[in-house]
């Protein structure tokens, strides 16, 4: 079956970076599209970055370009989320993301928290 595990969340200060991990397994990953959310306390989840099959294209939301990157290792199954220069409002659960026909799939998601 399908699964996704983040990892790599934790304490950063403002300015910091932190690397985040998804793991996935149960698909071809190599054939599929990958994008990372966000929900922070009492917000709605949002997209905040995707990146395509073969890692040639990427988006991202207005709010972290230039601060986040998105890539992906199809060799390990792995997606990442690279931020740098964190800000307070970045403070969320992030979770990957993907959907395979008609089925979104989510890891548990790893908590972020920006703070002095």
């Known amino acids: 079956q399908v699964q996704l595990v983040e990892s790599g969340g934790g304490l950063a200060q403002p300015g910091g970076s932190l690397r985040l991990s998804c793991a996935a397994s149960?698909?071809?990953?190599?054939?599929?599209?990958m994008k990372w959310y966000r929900q922070a306390p009492g917000k709605e989840r949002d997209l905040v970055a995707l990146?395509?099959?073969?890692?040639?294209?990427?988006s991202y939301v207005d709010s972290v370009k230039g601060r986040f990157t998105i890539s992906r290792d199809n060799a390990k199954n792995t997606v990442y989320l690279q931020m740098n220069n964190l800000k307070p409002e970045d403070t969320a659960v992030y979770y990957c993301?993907?959907?395979?026909?008609?089925?979104?799939?989510w890891g548990q998601g790893t908590q972020v928290t920006v703070s002095l």
């Open positions: 990146i395509n099959s073969v890692g040639g294209t990427t």
């Open positions: 993301n993907v959907q395979i026909g008609y089925t979104d799939y």
């Open positions: 149960g698909f071809t990953f190599s054939n599929y599209r």
